[in-house]
């Protein structure tokens, strides 16, 4: 078992009287690609929130074999755990440089120039607007640079929440792509949210589902991939 | 026409201090959409320690205003530790509540421990004139205001864009959510802005009653408030070049406007509200600031 | 657990409430004579008087302070310039007395339309936009009346820094027999000695008498914002404050009722300032600042946001607490200078704070909570047949 980085048993959180979720039991190996698939309102965001110390929530949640059901979100970043949230992650106002160099906050070493430099090695987009704001990035744009600001801080597990939302198709395939990339080179452990379900079990390990706050499926991606009940359900087949 | 440019430099001296007070305003303003009401209280009280500093310990005046400035910047972060914090920064009420006590408890400690009675205040200028242009004097008064503006702000500018501190303090403004997905710890972050905001204030007291026409007391900055949050308000409420720009534009009406329309002086004060109430009107989000001024 | 309990709509409850009004009405009998001018009180050889044109000019307050309670209420903002709209109607009617020998009662049908349009003016570039520009512009306003009333154009009406001073005193009618009443209650066995000593003077007849018509001003503008409150507009306008999604549906409507809310709070603001120097026989700037603007705010938050009942707690407060902290010469454990300086300001600038972090609701809600603990008042029972009838 401890080759699992994230686990997370019995997991419980809600918003002020509202439980959203209800016992959740998942995990995470090193080096995984895991994706939690399920409708809208399902308890997905509050899932990775909940993880992140986002929100408060009750239930074991270990990170490497240590406990971290009661740790804040700054605090979980300086554990290894880096959460790109719903909706474009930026920080709009800042320009796209200032928020690569913001991903590196909790990092006090001397190579936060040289990670920044290879960002926009890998994605010239990102170096050649890199003194305008953010926000005037595309899109995709600001989703490649959220999961860079994340990356930054050198995480040993990445958080990702619907990073397909609100993109055209094409550009979700690359970014999915990107990720799978990401994860072979850096080894960097992934969560992954997501409603499109085909393009996420595309690169994933393995997958979970959840319905209401509630553990419905889990398995190898594989496997859900082709069952009947799920493919009618989440796959829209 | 002398006349005309002697108003304008009185203006323009006014108008320094006006913003010094109003980038107090913006620094906190920037973080969390929050006007501090006791920001002038704030000030005038680390004005009078600048002066214990100067005139009881017998500190040298710059050094004093220096003193005067970090002291009155621990205080601050001690008040947003304590007073500020236990608070949601989206829940304004209880927040504007607070900074009318302070402003309230600050004023009557000031009032009880100096007194009412104005006091000189020690130069912190050479005096004398500077210059003269087409018969109007540039006093070196005003020609050191205008150094301090400028030198405060771009102080303020590189703290902002070139310590890690900035950077933090840029994330808050921008988005409270992301940065604490960054790792940034958001309670003394938005502290430091307040540690700030008090040491510029201090500072611009200190500047505001550094003139040989003026005198220090605890009602000193009641008015002077106004002016400052209207300078903020004319130049956008979130920008730092607009609170300088607005709080020398404040005081050039001030000087200006207000002789020729042939008005009386205590209407300068109505001037300020009157043109708040149109950049409310007509340019929420003032001359520079980031128009996401929600309409209801 | 509360040792009684009554249901709304029997009569039990009724006999309650009704209970509550003769008990309030009695108070306001027996303070008017009873602290006329001697009612005082002694702590540590310091003397606190109670004084019935104090209790008077508390009033004033509460009308005021009730406008703010509109204010926050219904747009959930704060005015800091209710002392401007005080000012405006204690000026406007007291130079309609003075000058044009107006009775008092009558200048409220300037002061009332002229404040309310002023409120509107002002209001409405600050209530469009959310966040605190309402607080921007109303602390604007508050600061710059004192100025205004110094103006040259001014002057001849305002008297400028002297105060105008008005002449002209609230007489009771012949058919009043105050003096009756207080030669019977000085004969109270016990209690008798409370109410001074035979007849009243002319001075103190007049003070008894305006005190007992703002009163009663002030219970009408009470009772006509209540109902405001419990009108279908009203709960409408609260139900869309607190719901920031139908907000933005309902925008137009929205604005309009912020806007029209602040009307009424202004014109309340003047009809507190008429009260008050209808008390008090001048009306002079140094009075009006904006200190007065914000000890109304301590006025709103010591009593309790959106109670009207905190109205009445917050003028009292803020009547009393400054006047009496002055008043105080001597207290063990303080020094001298601490009590000779702005004291009442440290007291209700540190209350303030103090009572945001442990007693949100303000003085009221701990009231509340401790009459729970005697009395619960439950809802009426809905009944199927009748609540249908009811929507018809
Ligand atoms: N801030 C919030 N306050 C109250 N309820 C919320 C909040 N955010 C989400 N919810 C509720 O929690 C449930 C789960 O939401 P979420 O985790 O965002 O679902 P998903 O990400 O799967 O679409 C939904 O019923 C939603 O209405
Ligand atoms: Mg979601």
């Known amino acids: ?130 003194n305008q704001r953010a926000g005037s990035l595309s899109g995709g744009e600001q989703q490649m640079l959220a999961v860079a ?87 829209g087949v | 026409m002398d006349l005309f440019l002697q108003r304008i430099f009185d203006g323009l001296s006014n108008g320094a201090t006006y913003a010094l007070i109003a980038m107090a305003l913006v620094m906190i303003f920037k973080a969390t959409t929050l006007i501090n009401f006791a920001q002038g209280e704030f000030a005038m009280f680390g004005g009078f320690i600048v002066l214990v500093l100067a005139t009881e310990q017998g500190l040298p005046m710059w050094i004093a205003v220096i003193v005067g400035m970090l002291i009155s910047a621990v205080l601050a972060a001690g008040i947003e530790r304590t007073l500020i914090r236990p608070f949601d920064p989206a829940d304004h009420l209880p927040l504007v509540i607070i900074t009318l006590g302070l402003f309230l408890a600050i004023n009557a400690i000031a009032g009880i421990v100096w007194r009412f009675d104005p006091r000189a205040f020690p130069e912190l200028f050479p005096s004398g ?11 070196w008064y005003t020609v050191f205001t205008m150094i301090t503006i400028l030198v405060v702000a771009g102080g303020l500018t590189l703290l902002l864009n070139k310590t890690k501190v900035g950077l933090a303090f840029r994330a808050v403004s921008s988005n409270l959510e992301s940065s604490e997905l960054v790792g940034i710890k958001v309670g003394p972050t938005l502290q430091f802005g307040w540690a700030i905001a008090a040491a510029v204030g201090t500072l611009g007291v200190s500047v505001f009653v550094a003139s040989p026409f003026r005198q220090l007391e605890p009602q000193v900055m009641v008015t002077g408030l106004i002016f400052a949050v209207s300078a903020a308000a004319l130049g956008g409420l979130d920008s730092l070049g607009g609170a300088i720009l607005g709080g020398l534009a404040i005081g050039l009406v001030q000087s200006i406007a207000v002789p020729y329309l042939g008005v009386p002086t205590e209407l300068s004060l109505l001037a300020a509200v009157v043109v708040l109430l149109l950049v409310l009107l007509f340019k929420p989000s003032g001359l520079f600031g980031t128009p996401q001024v929600e309409r209801v | 657990m509360a040792s009684v309990q009554l249901t709304k709509g029997t009569r039990a409850y ?95 049908v300037v002061v009332v339309p002229a404040c309310f349009l002023l409120g509107l003016l002002f209001g409405v570039p600050a209530l469009k936009i959310k966040g605190l520009y309402l607080a921007l512009v109303t602390l604007g306003l508050a600061a710059v009346f ?50 001074g000593d035979g007849d009243l003077s002319s001075k103190q007849e007049q003070r008894i008498w305006t005190f007992f018509l703002m009163a009663v001003l002030a219970a009408v503008c009470f009772k006509m914002v209540s109902n405001l409150i419990s009108s279908r507009p009203g709960r409408a306008i609260r139900a869309v ?138 809802p009426a029972p809905i009944r199927v047949g009748e609540s249908i009838a009811a929507k018809e």
């Open chain 3, 14 to 108: 009724t006999i309650y409430k009704w209970a509550g009004v003769l008990a309030l009405v009695l108070l306001v009998f027996v303070a008017a004579f009873a602290f006329n001018d001697t009612g005082k009180i002694s702590v540590f050889d310091n003397d606190y008087k109670i004084g019935l044109t104090r209790i008077t000019k508390a009033i004033s307050f509460m009308v005021a302070i009730l406008g703010l309670q509109v204010v926050a209420g219904f747009t959930g903002q704060l005015s800091l310039g209710q002392g401007f709209f005080f000012g405006t109607g204690a000026y406007l009617s007291a130079w309609l007395v003075a000058d044009h020998s107006w009775p008092w009662f009558l200048t409220l």
């Open chain 1, 149 to 235: 600001r994340a990356l930054m801080s050198r995480p040993t597990l990445l958080l990702l929440d619907e990073p397909s939302l609100g993109l055209a198709p094409i550009i979700v395939a690359d970014l999915f792509e990107r990720f799978a990339e990401i994860n072979k080179e850096l080894g960097t452990t992934m969560l992954v949210v997501e409603q499109n379900a085909q393009l996420a079990l595309g690169i994933a390990d393995r997958g979970y589902v959840i319905e209401s706050g509630e553990m419905f499926a889990e398995g190898p991606a594989g496997e859900l991939i082709n069952d009947d009940a799920i493919r009618r359900a989440y796959l």
């Open chain 3, 241 to 378: 404050r607190d719901n920031e999604t139908s907000a933005a549906v309902n925008g137009m409507s929205l604005s309009y009722h912020k806007t029209m809310s602040f009307g009424v709070a202004s014109a309340l603001g003047g009809v507190g300032g008429m009260i008050y120097v209808a008390e008090l026989g001048i009306a002079s700037q140094g009075d009006f600042t904006q200190l007065l603007s914000i000890l109304f705010i301590v006025g709103l938050v010591v009593g309790g946001v959106g109670t009207l009942s905190g109205a009445v707690i917050g003028g009292l407060v803020i009547a009393f607490i400054p006047e009496w902290a002055s008043s105080t010469q001597n207290m063990p454990g303080v020094p001298d200078r601490w009590l000779q300086g702005p004291t009442g300001g440290l007291i209700l600038g540190v209350g303030l704070i103090v009572l945001t972090f442990v007693l949100p609701g303000g003085i009221i809600s701990g009231v509340r909570k401790l009459r729970a603990k005697i009395v619960q008042v439950l």
């Open chain 1, 1 to 130: 078992m401890t080759d699992r980085l994230l686990d997370v048993k019995n997991l419980h959180a809600g918003y002020g009287p509202i439980a959203v979720l209800h016992g959740l039991d998942f995990h995470v190996s090193e080096g995984e690609i895991v994706v939690i698939l399920g409708a809208n309102g399902a308890g997905k965001t509050t899932t990775l929130r909940a993880v992140s110390g986002m929100i408060d929530r009750t239930g074991s949640i270990e990170l490497a074999g240590k406990s971290i059901a009661s740790a804040k979100a700054p605090d979980l970043v300086r554990a290894g755990v880096a959460h790109v949230p719903q909706g474009r992650g930026t920080l709009p106002e800042l320009s796209v440089e200032d928020n690569l160099r913001v991903g590196a906050y909790i990092r006090n070493d001397n190579e936060i120039d040289a990670d920044i430099e290879q960002w926009f090695q890998a994605y010239p987009v990102l170096g050649e607007r890199k």
């Open chain 3, 146 to 195: 004192p100025s205004l009333i110094l103006l040259d154009v001014l002057e001849p009406y305002t008297a400028g820094a002297a105060g105008k001073i008005v002449d002209s005193d609230l007489i009771a009618p012949e058919w009043m027999p105050l003096d009756g009443i207080a030669t019977g209650l000085q004969k109270i066995p016990l209690i008798g000695q409370y109410f």
């Open chain 2, 129 to 139: 004139k500077a210059m003269s242009i087409a018969g109007a004097t540039l006093s």
